[in-house]
């Protein structure tokens, strides 16, 4: 066993986080122990710390957005070195040998792991993972702004790329908050005509100062009429209810990307679906390889999430922040802050 490490773990369903020094086992052939220096508090996580399963012999560790420093490495690794900066997100390791894992579709294996969910999680000073999940950081980018690449910005960064949209085409997004400012920000970069769809007058100086061309206040106005045919809207924003309005935004033969999820249901015109040609879609994370390539597009083009650093110590005043949805984009937790 090596020193014990402090982490953030959940005991009992609905429990609070709270403190605890865990023993981290020795390394598997496959398997990386990161020294965590950084780690982001997502929505997904909500549920995460809820842990319907936790018990005092299986406590819940979250944390899906980690940024640290490889401290060791097992006996079978290959192509990672002890000192290398690295980031783990939602992709927290794959199978290898499936259909999907063959065709380089590694988000979608059915043995996919995910931290905090397949195991102990980065709301703690230590995180062990697979050998495939950590993506290298770049030069030029803090830890604290590459822990969220592994998960919200790599997510954004897919969604829009990935999307086919014709060039300098139009491009709006749906929500203004932790995913939502960072696709407003790939979108301009990628160059195209951006368009920041949000609540309130308060949001059009941000979402300008981001990169949006154009913003619309849905409270003021219905947004999918407003937009007057967009090629793409990336929904960000964790609802369904305004989707059936949404989607008659979009230009003949364009594209609605759901990000933002909640429990709800469609409810969408299917005649204009048919009749324009108009296509729904999710879309979900991306593999290590795709974080590396947000990140590094990120450096070359300055795009940065905005963050509000918290102790992380204080990760359950930060779960209870996410659900108020007071944080105006994103909480990263220090682990250096503990006592």
């Known amino acids: 066993m090596s020193d014990p490490a402090v982490a953030m773990v959940v005991t009992e369903p609905d429990g609070p986080l709270v403190t605890s020094a865990v023993d981290t086992a020795p390394l598997e052939g496959q398997q990386v122990r990161i020294s965590v220096r950084a780690s982001g508090v997502c929505h997904a996580d909500?549920?995460?710390?809820?842990?319907?399963?936790?018990?005092?012999?299986?406590?819940?560790?979250?944390?899906?957005?980690?940024?640290?420093?490889?401290?060791?490495?097992?006996?079978?690794?290959?192509?990672?070195?002890?000192?290398?900066?690295?980031?783990?997100?939602?992709?927290?390791g794959s199978c290898g040998h499936c259909a999907f894992c063959r065709d380089g579709d590694v988000v979608h294996c059915p043995e996919r792991k995910v931290p905090g969910l397949s195991y102990p999680g980065g709301w703690?000073?230590?995180?062990?993972?697979?050998?495939?999940?950590?993506?290298?950081?770049?030069?030029?980018?803090?830890?604290?702004?590459?822990?969220?690449?592994?998960?919200?910005?790599?997510?954004?960064?897919?969604?829009?790329?990935?999307?086919?949209?014709?060039?300098?085409?139009?491009?709006?997004?749906?929500?203004?908050?932790?995913?939502g400012h960072l696709a407003v920000q790939f979108a301009a970069r990628l160059g195209y005509e951006t368009v920041a769809v949000a609540r309130g007058a308060d949001r059009e100086?941000?979402?300008?100062?981001?990169?949006?061309?154009?913003?619309?206040?849905?409270?003021r106005e219905a947004p999918g009429a407003a937009l007057g045919?967009?090629?793409?809207?990336?929904?960000?924003?964790?609802?369904?209810?305004?989707?059936?309005?949404?989607?008659?935004?979009?230009?003949?033969?364009?594209?609605?990307?759901?990000?933002?999820v909640d429990d709800g249901s469609l409810c969408l015109p299917v005649g204009l679906l048919v009749g324009q040609g108009v296509s729904v879609t999710g879309h979900l994370t991306g593999s290590a390889r795709e974080t590396e390539e947000a990140m590094a597009f990120a450096v070359t083009n300055g795009v940065r999430p905005m963050i509000e650093r918290m102790p992380l110590r204080e990760a359950g005043a930060a779960v209870a922040r996410l659900r108020s949805a007071s944080p105006r984009f994103r909480i990263v937790l220090d682990p250096s802050q503990v006592s």
């Open 46 to 92: 909500i549920g995460t710390a809820r842990a319907p399963k936790a018990g005092p012999d299986a406590p819940v560790t979250p944390g899906h957005e980690v940024a640290g420093v490889i401290a060791e490495v097992g006996g079978q690794v290959r192509g990672w070195t002890v000192g290398e900066r690295v980031a783990v997100g939602w992709f927290g």
């Open 124 to 179: 703690a000073q230590s995180i062990t993972v697979p050998a495939d999940a950590p993506a290298r950081v770049p030069d030029g980018l803090d830890l604290f702004d590459a822990a969220v690449f592994g998960c919200a910005g790599v997510t954004t960064f897919n969604a829009v790329r990935k999307a086919g949209t014709r060039t300098g085409g139009r491009v709006a997004v749906f929500g203004l908050g932790g995913l």
């Open 205 to 219: 100086e941000p979402a300008r100062g981001l990169g949006a061309r154009h913003y619309v206040d849905s409270t």
């Open 229 to 260: 045919g967009v090629d793409h809207i990336i929904c960000t924003a964790s609802t369904t209810e305004a989707l059936g309005e949404l989607v008659t935004g979009l230009r003949p033969h364009g594209r609605l990307t759901l990000v933002g």
